[in-house]
């Protein structure tokens, strides 16, 4: 099923709680939260206590994006923070199958990341126990970015691997989605759309969520 995730990274961060609403009655699915540590990723964003400040304003699914070097160390903090999927990259410095069982064991949904340059292959043996894999469409760190389209072969390795195994797993695509890259991305196989500056540069973030959902919907099969 197809989901809109609107990133607050391209947001009013002194009305974090009135953006997230207004993504929320604007029609999106889930609220992505952007966490960078400036170790993993070469910039600093917010961490779980803003999370926190904004779970009790809206009622979106709350996708949280750990772009840090030590996801496993603070899995509870965002787990209690009220993350209900946590994604962290296989990058990372974390033991990725006891981080996706902590994951797991504090009730989240778990998702795995890739940056563009490792291969799709390497979330292979994990597939069973995500609800999602993240493939990044830019290097994380900023928003803002060009879609790179060369990470489309990778969604559509995945997206066949994950049929072939009858799984049912998501698979999102992060930076750089727009009205025209939606499309590609949704053809080669991806369900979950974040977008940043799409949305929150926009005069009206529900249009766009609603245009991102109507041209995803008719590209994916
Ligand atoms: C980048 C972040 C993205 C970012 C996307 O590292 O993971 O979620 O906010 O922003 P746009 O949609 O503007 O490319
Ligand atoms: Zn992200």
Redesign the pocket.
Known sequence: MIKISP????SDFSALGAEAVKVEKGGADYL?L?V?DGAF?P?ISFGAPVIKSVRSKTNLVFDV?L?IENPLKYIDDFKKAGADIITFHIESSSPVGETVDKILNCGCKAGISIKPATPAEEVFPYLEKLSMVLV??????????S?MHDTMKKVKTLREEILRRGLDVDIQV?????AETVEIAAAAGANVF????????AEKPSEIIGMLREKAEKAYN
Request: proline letters at 3%; aromatic letters at 8%; a negative charge.
């Open positions: 990133s607050v990274l391209a992505h952007d960078m990723v910039n994006h772009m990044m469409t830019v290097e994380p760190g900023f928003g803002g970015q879609f992060d930076g750089g989605i727009n974040v977008a940043g500056s799409a949305v929150f540069g």
